[in-house]
T-cell receptor
Framework: AQSVTQLGSHVSVSEGALVLLRCNYS??????LFWYVQYPNQGLQLLLK??????LVKGINGFEAEFKKSETSFHLTKPSAHMRDAAEYFC??????????????FGKGTHLIIQP | DVKVTQSSRYLVKRTGEKVFLECVQD?????MFWYRQDPGLGLRLIYF???????EKGDIPEGYSVSREKKERFSLILESASTNQTSMYLC???????????FGEGSRLTVL
């Protein structure tokens, strides 16, 4: 079974500051890891994914994440926050490719607030 | 691009009503999923289907059923809606990539 823990239900940063959203996972097999973003009243959009290739993964909108097996972590970062980054962010894990037989397991989400 | 279309963005129903939430995907994929999203709880899997007329319970199936008569369509059914089913419901299907799911815009249901 897999599980995901996102540290911090709300994170507030100033515009232009570093964004760091934390995600730790538990998986009995090599995981596939994902970060999604959700803007108000919209569905989830894939930001980036780790599928056992490079451990540093670059995504859309300037975000990146690093897979650290020893720490069972997949933290999301962006060097300089922009007002448009304000949204809900979800980390997710799957033990299978192709969305798996049983989908993705999601964390509880982190609401990112950008202060002007 | 993958397109997942949820027919109703916003619904308001009364306790005890039967509710249908419909989802259509254009990826011709066997797998489809229904999630429920609540603040502070993230997304929780209600049901999924891996083929026409096949279904599997997810983590929170109580009070819900599903129907998959055609490959592209997956319906979530609330036989008798209750106020604790007020939530955002998200449908998803895998793309041709490696593991990710593609989501519809969501159906926000309010049960009075």
């Amino acid at each position: 079974a897999q599980s995901v823990t996102q540290l911090g239900s709300h994170v507030s940063v100033s515009e232009g500051a570093l964004v760091l959203l934390r995600c730790n996972y538990s998986s009995s097999v090599p995981p596939y890891l994902f970060w999604y973003v959700q803007y108000p009243n919209q569905g989830l959009q894939l930001l980036l994914k780790y599928t056992s290739a490079a451990t540093l993964v670059k995504g859309i909108n300037g975000f990146e994440a690093e897979f650290k097996k020893s720490e069972t972590s997949f933290h999301l970062t962006k060097p300089s926050a922009h007002m448009r980054d304000a949204a809900e962010y979800f980390c997710a894990v799957s033990a299978y490719s192709g969305g798996g037989a049983d989908g993705l397991t999601f964390g509880k989400g982190t609401h990112l607030i950008i202060q002007p | 691009d993958v397109k997942v279309t949820q027919s109703s963005r916003y619904l308001v129903k009364r306790t005890g009503e039967k509710v249908f939430l419909e989802c259509v995907q254009d990826m011709d994929h066997e797998n489809m999923f229904w999630y429920r999203q609540d603040p502070g709880l993230g997304l929780r899997l209600i049901y999924f289907s891996y083929d026409v007329k096949m279904k599997e319970k997810g983590d929170i199936p109580e009070g819900y059923s599903v129907s998959r008569e055609k490959k592209e369509r997956f319906s979530l059914i609330l036989e008798s809606a209750s106020t604790n089913q007020t939530s955002m419901y998200l449908c998803a299907t895998p793309g041709k990539g490696e593991g990710e799911l593609f989501f519809g815009e969501g159906s926000r249901l309010t049960v009075l």
